[in-house]
């Protein structure tokens, strides 16, 4: 999908005097609430969006945020603070983290509330948007933000390299052969850059997209230690060899992309707001989707974030829950998605024309991973107490392949066998 040069617009929703809000009595005046979220670089402009909003409707609330650098840094400060009684009220965790907290008690059932004031699907919440935060027998959060991954491209290196921005390959050998092209046309060009970073999701991407899956079915050994597996490595390793993919931070690739340095990016749609400012009118700017490997199996993961209430005190619950409502709300939907590029995940704001259906028409950037919603699956979560670990283990791995310091024959049986080490044993 190509960008005009012209500034995207933002749309503009139509918001209602007041939002249908839960059936219970108002939080006391001057109730504070301290909120955690993740991703700051990312999700600040919507949550600025949504903070000022919620002030003016719940003026007896004042919110109090905290953030942490990413996911994995938030699940370990919750894990830290739930040991010393220092939690915040309301966290927004990645949805393959709910489970730890839904399996240690630490996330609130949300059913009971969600069930007092009607029928949730009257709110928005669908089976689809409430799957994404059910874990452990619960609803353990509400699901703020999803994504899929995609790829973005500088339409101007893809023409000097001889490629048609217009039809852009659809299969992973037309990418790579394309990444070689633009890294020939030398001057410090890059071909391309996958996310292999941070953690597993990505990876779990290219395991999805051969049919894979992370643990059998029972969850008592790993699922990537056969074909799929081997062939979502060996995909890692031709990027690096074939496609000539450098071994940059997730920051120094994002940076390079947007200055005019690297083709193409592999990347959660989230990003799409961040990197339209950084491109500005350096170059032609296009969004499509990301090639999956086998047509008829192959799936891509549901990133995102979930709301999830911990605060013990009933007028900070309360008022934690108003403000987590009204950020899954259409109208904190709507706020949301036009200030990062996820997902909406409440499903008015997808079907009321009123919310979103403007803003898509007039950013295209924004359309391939709608387009991808029905191949997405949700983000594995690993059981257990190490899971964090888990992907830690994973991350270590792939770059043992990028770094050129192992093939993918050689990390697939050791990653394999190290995640086994860190599952819960079975009974």
Not at 45 to 61: H, N, T, V
Not at 109 to 138: C, I, R, V, W
Request: net charge neutral; charged share 20%.
């Amino acid at each position: 999908m190509n960008l005009s040069r012209r500034a995207m617009i933002r749309v503009s929703w139509a918001l209602p005097a007041t939002l249908s809000m839960p059936a219970i009595g108002r939080a006391q005046g001057g109730t504070e609430i301290t909120v955690h979220y993740a991703q700051p670089y990312i999700y600040q402009g919507s949550y600025d969006a949504i903070l000022a909003e919620f002030a003016k409707r719940e003026p007896g609330i004042r919110v109090k945020t905290v953030t942490t650098p990413n996911y994995e840094e938030g699940a370990q400060l919750l894990l830290r603070q739930a040991a010393t009684n220092q939690l915040p009220d309301l966290s927004y965790q990645g949805f393959n983290r709910l489970r730890v907290f839904a399996e240690r008690g630490v996330a609130q059932d949300l059913t009971p509330m969600l069930k007092a004031e009607g029928d949730p699907s009257k709110m928005g919440y669908g089976p689809n948007q409430l799957a994404l935060g059910h874990f452990g027998g619960m609803q353990a959060g509400l699901a703020y933000a999803a994504s899929n991954p995609i790829c973005y491209y500088n339409a101007d290196l893809v023409r000097r390299a001889g490629g048609d921005p217009d039809n852009f390959p659809k299969d992973w050998d037309g990418v790579l052969a394309l990444s070689a092209k633009i890294k020939a046309l030398g001057d410090g060009h890059e071909g391309m850059w996958f996310t292999w970073t941070g953690d597993d999701w990505m990876f779990s991407a290219l395991l999805f997209g051969h049919g894979g899956r992370m643990l059998n079915a029972d969850e008592s050994d790993v699922g990537f230690a056969g074909a799929e597996g081997l062939g979502a490595l060996k995909l890692v390793e031709r990027m690096v060899k074939e496609g000539g993919m450098p071994n940059l931070t997730a920051a120094a690739a994002r940076q390079a992309f947007a200055a005019g340095k690297v083709g193409m990016i592999f990347q959660t749609t989230a990003l799409v707001r961040g990197t339209v400012s950084g491109v500005g009118r350096n170059f032609e700017l296009r969004t499509t989707g990301m090639p999956v490997i086998d047509a008829g199996k192959g799936r891509l993961p549901t990133g995102g974030a979930a709301g999830m209430l911990t605060a013990k005190d009933p007028l900070r619950r309360e008022a934690a829950y108003k403000f987590l409502r009204f950020s899954t709300s259409p109208e904190g939907q709507a706020m949301m998605v036009t200030n990062t590029g996820y997902l909406p995940c409440n499903q008015i704001a997808i079907d009321d024309p009123q919310y979103l259906a403007a803003f898509y028409d007039e950013n295209p950037l924004f359309v391939p991973s709608v387009k991808q919603i029905p191949i997405s699956i949700p983000w594995y979560a690993f059981p257990g107490t190490n899971s964090v670990r888990v992907t830690q283990t994973m991350v270590d791995n792939l770059a043992r392949i990028v770094e050129g310091r192992a093939t993918a024959e050689q990390v697939q049986p050791e990653m394999a066998a190290e995640v086994r080490r860190l599952l819960p044993r079975k009974s």
